[in-house]
């Protein structure tokens, strides 16, 4: 059975993202998700884009108005990842968008997590 193509907001981050190097998305929990190399730094879920940040980054989200990644699970539990929405003027060009993926990839640098060795 094949695929279904992503969303125009999908398609629109790759262009968006094109700069920064060769990007891959891949479906995952019913949104999609942005790889640069092997490492994970943004994804789309309900037609949002949002980007990895943490406690050295999120206060620029803040600031910019985003909002936090919250899903509400079927029980009605909420949780929140740390994922904020793309700030709307970054999603104009490669180049607004350009400082905003650079604090998700550095975030998910900082929060990777060593490979494990082979004995």
Known sequence: MPRKPPPEIVTHALELFAPLGAIR?????????????????????????????????????IDAGCSRFVYTQKDGKTFSMGYWSAPEEALDSPA?????????IDCA???????RRKR
């Open 96 to 104: 607004a968008m350009a400082p905003w993926a650079r604090r998700a």
């Open 109 to 115: 640098l900082r929060q990777r997590k060593p490979a």
């Open 25 to 61: 998305v891949k479906p995952m929990f019913g949104g999609w998700g942005f790889y640069l190399d092997e490492v994970f730094f943004a994804l789309e879920a309900w037609d949002c884009l949002y980007l990895k940040a943490d406690a050295d980054s999120e206060q620029a989200f």
